[in-house]
């Protein structure tokens, strides 16, 4: 790690993991973490209506899609339509209602969020309406 001193200025760039102490003027990009926001508080909203769900199998298996629908989400551009899809499925089938917010929040432009959630979040909806439950 380099250690930078004595009223320097520095620039970092694409960095996951930052230490910054005693520091006086800091300048953030802050696209990024708009979009970080922006993702997190839509999972916040889902995992807040998987907690809704009564205790049991159900809840738990609804907990575990939403947690990794998020850790497909952090991957971006990179995220695999497969375990989209995968997970979207398992949430329709223990948490109809998760589902149904889960469908309407990739449905809708979310900065940061891979267009492939959008292009899985469409396709399960159109199946869900030629075959209900």
Do not use: R, Y
């Amino acid at each position: 790690m380099k250690k930078v001193e004595n009223n320097s200025k520095i620039e970092v760039k694409n960095s996951k993991n930052t230490n910054l102490t005693n520091v006086g003027n800091i300048s953030i990009q802050t696209e990024e973490v708009e979009h970080f926001l922006e993702i997190k508080n839509a999972f916040t909203v889902l995992h807040n209506k998987v907690e809704l769900i009564p205790n049991g199998a159900d809840k738990e298996i609804a907990k575990t899609a939403v947690k990794e629908l998020e850790l497909e989400a952090s991957q971006g551009e990179k995220a695999s339509e497969k375990v989209i899809s995968k997970w979207l499925k398992f949430l329709l089938e223990v948490a109809p209602d998760a589902w149904e917010v889960a469908i309407d929040t990739f449905l809708n432009p979310i900065k940061g969020l891979s267009t492939v959630f959008k292009k899985v979040a469409e396709q399960s909806k159109k199946e869900q309406q030629t075959n209900p439950k």
